[in-house]
């Protein structure tokens, strides 16, 4: 009995000052701010800077596969968007950042690509694996997330983009 007693009475101390896990980070929540370097060390990015335009949020690592496959359909999307309304912004996991800019001139790719070496924002963000992309609106909402490799440039993903960036400028 006393032995019971003991579990039940660890069990509760834990649930009241045991670390709180985050709430599930879902379409309609605020998109959890940062503050990373851009790759090259030109600067850093905060998430906020980017208020008032859809950015579609994409974490990545040099040694996924799959990341690289979706990159040049990302690459094609943000050049058909432009920057006025739109942003894409790659956040490289990776802790070698000369790997990073070699996988960047390699493929050509000319949107942001920041930094998260030890993945402390992506973490935040709850990912669990690679590639994820979060799309946020205009007023920093989370409006979709994505677990795994997407066809960026296909017509249905332009057209969810186009309608976010039309939904805002509507008002």
């Known amino acids: 009995m006393l ?5 039940l ?3 509760a101390a834990v649930l009241l000052f045991g670390e709180r896990a985050d709430d599930p980070l879902v379409p309609g929540r605020t998109a959890p701010g940062f503050r990373l370097s851009h790759l090259g060390g030109q600067g850093t990015l905060e998430l906020d800077e ?26 094609r ?5 432009g920057q006025e309304d739109f942003e894409l912004v790659a ?6 950042p000369e790997a990073v800019e ?11 690509v920041l930094l998260d070496p030890g993945a402390r924002v992506a973490r935040r963000y709850q990912t669990t694996g690679y590639p994820e992309s979060f799309l946020i609106d205009r007023a920093g909402i989370l409006v979709f997330k994505y677990v795994g490799p997407r066809d960026w440039d296909v017509p249905a993903y332009e057209a969810r983009v186009r309608r976010l960036i039309e939904a805002g400028a509507a008002r």
């Open 3 to 7: 032995g019971i007693a003991l579990v």
């Open 9 to 11: 009475a660890a069990g």
């Open 50 to 75: 980017l208020r008032g335009r859809v950015v579609l949020l994409n974490f990545w690592a040099t040694w996924c596969k799959p990341c690289e496959d979706e990159m040049p359909a990302m690459e």
């Open 77 to 81: 999307l943000y050049g058909r968007l």
């Open 91 to 96: 956040v490289s996991v990776d802790d070698d």
């Open 102 to 112: 070699a996988f960047r001139r390699r493929l050509g790719l000319t949107f942001p």
